[in-house]
């Protein structure tokens, strides 16, 4: 079987995993936080910018997408971008079969087979930031004497600049594009004149202005987004072995161990073959610039996350492509692929088979074990949101049937996300410890003074509100226990408060 056939059938196996995943799962945590952007449409939010809200609103027709809905579209998504790797390593001159198997790489890879699968910034990232790879390869390669080389560095540097909207380390890429342009076009190779033409230097210069009003909106606002991630979130931050393991660590879960060893062995060949040719130094540049802030971060922060440095990997899948059999044999190649289909296989099943859930430990006096079991986020919500519309309407009153004026209150964003992006009618307040965006939306002066407060809470958190509501007193108390595979994964508690008469 040709390495082009294997791709073919890998993605579609792939995406008809996906399809049925999209059937039966709800959305992470995350997710839903991006999912209820599409209620408050904003140029930026406190953890990305604002592109990832836009598109949620565009899938869910103005409102909140469903879950089904969403997850059709990352699947046709997640399964397109192993594509476009393909692409991109064909138009950096990499043969058919070792461009498909650059594809392959990406499409079993657990960072980008499982992590793509959700409606998040990094399903918009990916794609960008291939494309813009394609782009500029094909634009460097056919001159800007051509028509089609012109369009090419046009749409590279627009592309570079509107991945800026969908995540932040986007403005990585338009630096390491913009540095390898320059390198180039003092290389005085025949791709020079190309690099110092007008039309790169415009589309990057496009996409930055595309980028302009998201700067000025947090400008603005006093910066709320760098200071929540780079303040607010990140108590105790500073270089440490914990931090440095848990990098290391989190690469060889997220990318797999073998295919995390041939990162090392591909970026150590970039860096011999850098000066090589223009390819080389653009994928030298848009590798080693992003990474090393995106690495100094991790290593920094103590929230950091192993996908954070997956972006600057994409360069290494093209010039792993171009090298091919000179810088890894075909045995080891399999074998990293094997490796990297076995995880994405076991997270998969650890997702979607239930009795999957007898596999964590048992939680103390059976509260569910939602901090161990991170598939438990993905389930039960639906069970939730009719508890809520229940609890809501019995608490109506003549003038509000519906129960609108309650509002509904979580104890952390991961709570109060899920909750938003479910119930878009109702409102919502946030209690998490550092502010959030909920904070803005209905700030925590307006739900504490409200007549009735559901306060809703999983075992990860502590169960009640009072602590937040001094002036209200509890009436009512429910529990709903949620069960995968026989097993009690989650509880959550659902308390309705009511304001204290006055004497």
């Known amino acids: 079987m040709t390495e082009t056939r294997a791709l073919a059938l890998v993605s579609f196996a792939l995406l008809v995993v996906r399809l049925y995943a999209a059937s039966v799962v709800g959305f992470g945590d995350s997710e839903a936080l991006y999912a209820s952007w599409a209620l408050h449409p904003q140029l930026s939010y406190l953890d990305h910018p604002g592109l990832v809200g836009l598109v949620a609103r565009v899938i869910g027709e103005g409102a909140p997408p469903t879950p089904l809905r969403a997850h059709v579209v990352t699947a046709v998504t997640a399964t397109l971008v192993p594509w476009l790797a393909y692409g991109a390593a064909r138009a950096a001159d990499a043969p058919p079969r070792r461009a498909a198997a650059a594809g392959l790489v990406l499409a079993l890879a657990p960072v980008t087979a499982v992590g793509l699968f959700g409606l998040t910034p990094d399903l918009l990232l990916a794609p960008l930031w291939l494309g813009s790879l394609a782009l500029a390869s094909v634009g460097l390669r056919e001159g800007d004497g051509s028509l089609r080389g012109a369009a090419s560095l046009l749409g590279a540097g627009l592309l570079a600049g509107i991945s800026a909207s969908a995540k932040a380390p986007g403005i990585l890429l338009v630096l390491g594009l913009a540095g390898g342009l320059v ?72 990318v797999s161990p073998v295919l995390a060893v041939l990162v090392v062995v591909v970026a150590r060949d970039l860096w011999t073959k850098r000066r090589d040719d223009a390819t080389s130094r653009l994928l030298f540049a848009v590798f080693a610039l992003p990474l090393v802030p995106l690495l100094a971060l991790s290593l920094w922060s103590q929230v950091a996350e192993p996908h954070w440095l997956a972006p600057a990997w994409l360069a290494l899948v093209v010039h792993g492509a171009r090298r091919g059999p ?59 949101f009719a508890a809520v519309r229940d609890e809501t309407r019995a608490t109506a009153t003549p003038f509000d049937p519906e129960g609108r004026e309650v509002v509904v209150v979580g104890p952390h964003w991961t709570i109060c996300g899920q909750l938003h992006a479910g119930l878009p009618g109702i409102r919502i307040g946030c209690a998490t410890e550092v502010p959030d965006d909920f904070d803005r939306w209905l700030p925590r002066a307006s739900w504490r003074a409200a007549e009735h407060v559901l306060f809703v809470t999983d075992a990860r958190f502590p169960e009640g509100g009072g602590g937040q509501l001094p002036d209200h007193v509890l009436v009512g108390r429910r529990e709903i226990t949620i069960r995968r595979g026989g097993r009690v994964t989650r509880t959550f508690t659902l308390s309705l408060f009511a304001r204290r008469q006055s004497a």
């Open 183 to 254: 390198w180039i076009a003092r290389a005085g190779v025949k791709e020079s004149a190309a690099a110092r033409s007008t039309w790169p230097w415009a589309g990057l210069a496009a996409g930055l202005i595309a980028f302009v009003p998201t700067v000025l909106y947090e400008a603005r606002l006093g910066w709320p987004m760098i200071r929540h991630r780079l303040v607010d979130t990140q108590g105790g931050a500073g270089l440490s072995l914990r931090n440095a393991g848990a990098v290391l660590g989190g690469q060889l879960l997220y």
């Open 326 to 384: 000179e810088l890894v044999s075909r045995r080891v190649t399999v074998a990293a692929l094997a490796t990297a289909a076995l995880f994405t296989t076991l997270a998969h099943v650890y997702v979607l088979v239930p009795a999957s859930a007898r596999l964590v430990p048992a939680a103390p006096a059976e509260t569910g074990s939602a901090r161990m079991d991170i598939a438990s986020e993905l389930y039960g919500w639906p069970e939730v």
